[in-house]
């Protein structure tokens, strides 16, 4: 029987995080590049549009000074995946960090769902997230050092969110299985798994902005008495992807004002 190859190696002094679904302008995936390009992180902005992905890229390079590069790939295409990881490893300093955070919402009853649409949500939110982090997890391993945060929802929890029902929330919650599985198995590489889920953040992924009335209505059940913000969700992220986060593995944070207090 061969030991596992720990210890885990030193977090490198340049570094990488990729992180998917990061061109929407109001969205959480956004929020997070920027406050890892903050935290001296390089980061690889992952989006379906090539045009989007490079100008939020731009931005946040402006504004942070850091490396930050755009890269289109639709995660559900295991190939496009594949492809985009390894242009990362070739083009940007090692891939330490990945952020699962790609993902589509929808308000589909149960008994209602057609295969297709659950196939979409399913194909996008749990087999893109397979796809990414099993290329991106293969370099990590081969570095002894990695960490992946998955952007799950308080729907995975809840059974249901306040918008997404069940190819959402089965899809949600199966991010949290894999995560915790990536714990257990990447732990001797190196590599922490942990998931983030917020509760309702004011994106544009519920069709558009919350109206007022939708807001009061949220917040009867929102203890701390204000919605969340992207970067409610981006500070959390970002603490769990930094070196002194390595003892914190197969770990759910949610992030949702104490709306779902389990
Ligand atoms: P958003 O719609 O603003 O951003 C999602 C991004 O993912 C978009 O830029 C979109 O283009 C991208 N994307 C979609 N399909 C893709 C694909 N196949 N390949 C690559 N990129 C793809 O939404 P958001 O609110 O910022 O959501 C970010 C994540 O947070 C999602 O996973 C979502 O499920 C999760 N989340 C959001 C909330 C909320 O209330 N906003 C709550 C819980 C969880």
Same mark, same amino acid.
């Given at each position: ?16 995080a990729i992180v998917t679904g990061a ?5 959480i995936g956004?929020?997070i ?13 992952v ?17 942070? $000074?850091?490396? @930050?590069? +755009?890269? /289109? &790939?639709?995660i *559900?295409?295991?190939?496009?995946a594949?492809?985009?990881? %390894? ?10 960090g990945l952020v699962n955070n790609a993902g ?20 996008i939110n749990l087999n893109g997230t397979f796809h990414v982090t099993q290329?991106a997890a ?9 960490r992946i945060v998955n952007i799950s ?5 809840? $059974?249901?969110? @306040?918008? +997404?029902? /069940? &190819?959402?929330? *089965?899809s949600k919650?199966a991010l949290l299985?894999l995560a %915790?599985?990536l ?10 798994a942990n998931s983030v ?40 992220v ?19 004002? +104490?709306?779902?207090?389990?």
């Amino acid at each position: 029987m061969t030991l596992p190859p720990y210890p885990a190696a030193a977090f490198p002094d340049e570094r990488t995080a990729i992180v998917t679904g990061a061109a929407s302008e109001r969205g959480i995936g956004r929020a997070i590049a920027r406050r890892l390009a903050h935290e001296g992180w390089a980061v690889a902005v992952v989006d379906l549009d090539a045009d989007a992905s490079r100008q939020v890229a731009e931005d946040i390079a402006r504004s942070t $000074g850091a490396v @930050v590069a +755009g890269y /289109a &790939a639709d995660i *559900a295409d295991a190939e496009a995946a594949s492809r985009m990881v %390894r242009a990362v490893r070739d083009e940007l300093p090692q891939l330490v960090g990945l952020v699962n955070n790609a993902g589509v919402s929808s308000p589909v009853p149960f008994l209602e769902v057609s295969r297709e649409e659950w196939n979409r949500v399913v194909d996008i939110n749990l087999n893109g997230t397979f796809h990414v982090t099993q290329a991106a997890a293969r370099i990590m391993a081969e570095h002894r050092v990695g960490r992946i945060v998955n952007i799950s929802s308080a729907s995975a929890e809840r $059974g249901g969110g @306040v918008y +997404g029902r /069940a &190819a959402y929330s *089965a899809s949600k919650a199966a991010l949290l299985g894999l995560a %915790r599985t990536l714990a257990r198995e990447l732990g001797p590489y190196g590599i922490t798994a942990n998931s983030v889920s917020p509760g309702s953040i004011d994106t544009d992924i519920m069709g558009g902005r919350l109206t007022d009335e939708r807001k009061l209505e949220l917040l009867r059940e929102l203890p701390v008495g204000r919605i969340g913000t992207v970067d409610d969700v981006a500070v959390v992220v970002a603490f769990l992807l930094r070196e002194e986060a390595g003892y914190i593995t197969g770990v759910t944070y949610d992030v949702n004002g +104490g709306s779902h207090i389990a």
